[in-house]
């Protein structure tokens, strides 16, 4: 695998800023770990992959073997840097929901060697990124072949939530209303199923554990899924908000995941 650390300047922001990219290698000589790279003239799969509301796009190789994990599957990952902005367009900072959904996609292709098709695209992310993840997926099932959020603060619509998190969801959205908007995921789950596209939408993988704080949000979305015919594979597991569950959970995530030749679990 290579590692790299990409500095670019965004025009979206009007700053500049980082990722962390792992680009899939295939070697021969290398001890302890296989590598793989795709020969397709499309590039290789990548996964998208965001990280919390405390963390930055180093976080996910600090914390997990993700390099390790993705050696022998020939996908790469991408993890850009958001800040505590939700993946949001901020009303009092920068946009960084147009930054996420529309330039960085653009500035990945541009720069390295990786796949724009759907079914070669997929996003995830923990806690707050798990919101970024689903947000994106379900504001642009054309764009991924599949979604998955560990832990993720799926109904941010809950007052408790907002009252623990106030200082953030104030400088994020303002005093806009966020249940039944476009920030809203079982508004946007719902909204899918009224208008008969559900079968549109790209598999979802939830996964949260039963000791997490955020599990009743968590169960909240299944409910809501289930009731609006959106499939959804669901795992909920004793665990709490922290990085043994994650570094558990985002094996079981690339093992889902639709990768071309590898079997799916």
Do not use: K
């Not at 968590?218 to 499939?231: P, T, W, Y």
Request: aromatic letters at 10%; hydrophobic letters at 40%; glycine letters at 8%.
């Amino acid at each position: 695998m290579a590692l790299v650390r990409c500095s670019f300047y965004s025009d979206v922001l009007e700053v500049s800023t980082t990722m962390t990219v792992v680009l899939p290698q295939a070697t021969t000589t290398q001890i302890g770990m296989a590598g793989s790279a795709s020969a397709r003239t499309e590039g290789a799969p990548v996964l998208y992959l965001l990280h919390g509301m405390s963390d930055d796009e180093t976080i996910w190789t600090r914390r997990t073997s993700i390099e390790r994990y993705v050696a022998d599957r020939g996908l790469a990952v991408v993890m850009p840097r958001v800040e505590r902005s939700f993946y949001a367009d901020e009303v009092h900072g920068h946009r960084y929901w147009t930054f996420l959904s529309e330039e960085l996609p653009t500035l990945v292709d541009q720069f390295f060697r990786v796949s724009s098709r759907r079914e070669d695209t997929f996003v995830a992310g923990l806690s707050m990124g798990g919101y970024g993840a689903f947000r994106w997926a379900l504001r642009h099932p054309e764009r991924f072949a599949a979604a998955a959020s560990l832990s993720g603060v799926l109904d941010l619509a809950d007052e408790s939530y907002r009252e623990r998190r106030l200082p953030d969801i104030e400088r994020v959205f303002g005093d806009r209303e966020i249940a039944g908007s476009d920030d809203d995921l079982l508004a946007l789950v719902r909204r899918a199923a009224a208008e008969g596209r559900t079968a549109d939408l790209p598999d979802l993988f939830l996964a949260c554990g039963t000791e997490d704080f955020l599990v009743d949000g968590n169960r909240a979305f299944e409910r809501v899924a289930d009731e609006s015919g959106v499939a959804l594979r669901s795992e909920f597991s004793p665990g709490t908000h922290e990085w043994g569950f994650w570094d558990r959970t985002i094996q079981d995530v690339l093992d889902w995941l639709p990768l071309p030749g590898t079997p799916r679990t």
